[in-house]
């Protein structure tokens, strides 16, 4: 992955998820911004994986793993 500029955004979330990212990220030694970056990117990575799955299910073709990159990477 390139090195990008940080952006910051402001999100509101139930207090419980709240609670867990605290959690997970003592328990991991990693600032919340961490955890959150890597849990969305992991999240990214699987609706990547979904999608292409229904593409190649609609047009009865695969999908190369070349290809998947290139649609993650058009989507950024």
């Known amino acids: 992955m390139l090195a ?6 402001l999100v509101s979330m ?4 709240s609670d867990e990212v605290t959690e997970f990220a ?3 030694n990693q ?3 961490a955890l ?3 849990a969305l990117e992991f999240y990214f990575d699987h609706l990547d994986l979904q999608i292409a799955k229904k593409r190649s ?8 793993l070349s290809e998947i ?7 950024i």
Not at 4 to 9: C, L, P
Not at 69 to 75: G, H, P, W
Request: charged residues 40%.
């Open 4 to 9: 990008s500029k940080n952006t910051k955004i």
């Open 14 to 17: 139930p207090q419980k998820l």
């Open 26 to 28: 003592k328990e991991l």
């Open 31 to 33: 600032n919340k911004s």
């Open 36 to 38: 959150i970056n890597q």
């Open 57 to 64: 299910l609609e047009k009865n073709e695969t999908i190369s």
């Open 69 to 75: 990159r290139k649609l993650s990477d058009e989507q």
